[in-house]
């Protein structure tokens, strides 16, 4: 049973170039969230997707979007890069009958250094 | 909003026990979680309370006091490969079922 899996695992971008980073869910999960996690920090909510629909978001600018397939694997996107952006992007899966135990699984990230 | 805090570092010994404290202020509750995350590695789920009191599970157990905004994580006989970060999570009232993470803290086990 394959888990959540996340491409590429390490990236590396110059300011003002744009990202796209994937994300497949844990075989049988329908929901997909995406946290950024900088250094020395815990994981911060960019946003979730359900039934192809971004169904909460985090305080995050429009610069990060993303889109949900019909086979539930997803993508993020981050435009107009700023160095900030430099941080661990993890993908999280749960599946929505879950919801109130609501224990993630998490991909091992996507590493993304701009310059 | 919401505020969640643990420490930062913490260190032990192997063989030891050691509790991992992690305090709270939200606009409602609806669960709190522990995960555990390795250096360069997915975090993993280790514990999810919503009532108060204690879940045991092995050697890692999980407390909370709603009234308090207060949980631990408490870690027995410690090995050395519970060297990680420990992320306090918390699910404010709000029905959104999204966690909202603490810095984590940095446990180091010593020999």
């Known amino acids: 049973d394959a888990g959540v899996t996340q491409s590429p695992t390490h990236l590396i971008k110059t300011r003002g170039q744009q990202v796209t980073l994937r994300c497949s869910p844990k075989?049988?999960?329908?929901?997909v969230s995406w946290y950024q996690q900088a250094l020395g920090q815990g994981p911060q909510f960019i946003f979730q997707?359900?039934?192809?629909?971004?169904?909460q978001r985090g305080n995050f600018p429009d610069r990060f979007s993303g889109h949900q397939f019909p086979n539930y694997s997803s993508e993020l996107n981050v435009n107009a890069l700023l160095l900030g952006d430099s941080a661990l992007y993890l993908c999280?899966?749960?599946?929505?009958?879950?919801?109130?135990?609501?224990?993630?699984?998490f991909g091992e990230g996507s590493r993304l250094t701009v310059l | 909003g919401q505020n969640i805090d643990q420490p930062t570092e913490m260190t032990a010994t192997e063989g030891a026990i050691v509790q991992i404290n992690c305090t709270y202020q939200?606009?409602?509750?609806?669960?709190l979680f522990w995960y555990q995350q390795h250096a360069g590695e997915a975090p993993t789920f280790l514990s999810y309370?919503?009532?108060?009191g204690l879940e045991e599970k092995g050697r890692f157990s999980s407390f909370l006091s709603r009234s308090k905004g207060y949980s631990y994580l408490l870690l027995k006989e410690l090995q050395m490969k519970d060297s990680a970060s420990y992320l306090c999570?918390?699910?404010?009232?709000?029905?959104?079922?999204?966690?909202?993470f603490g810095r984590g803290t940095s446990l180091i086990v010593h020999p």
């Open positions: 999280a899966s749960t599946l929505s009958s879950a919801f109130d135990t609501g224990e993630l699984f």
């Open positions: 075989s049988g999960h329908d929901t």
């Open positions: 997707y359900y039934e192809e629909e971004e169904r």
């Open positions: 939200t606009s409602g509750f609806n669960g």
């Open positions: 309370n919503v009532l108060d």
């Open positions: 999570a918390v699910r404010d009232g709000g029905g959104s079922y999204i966690p909202t």
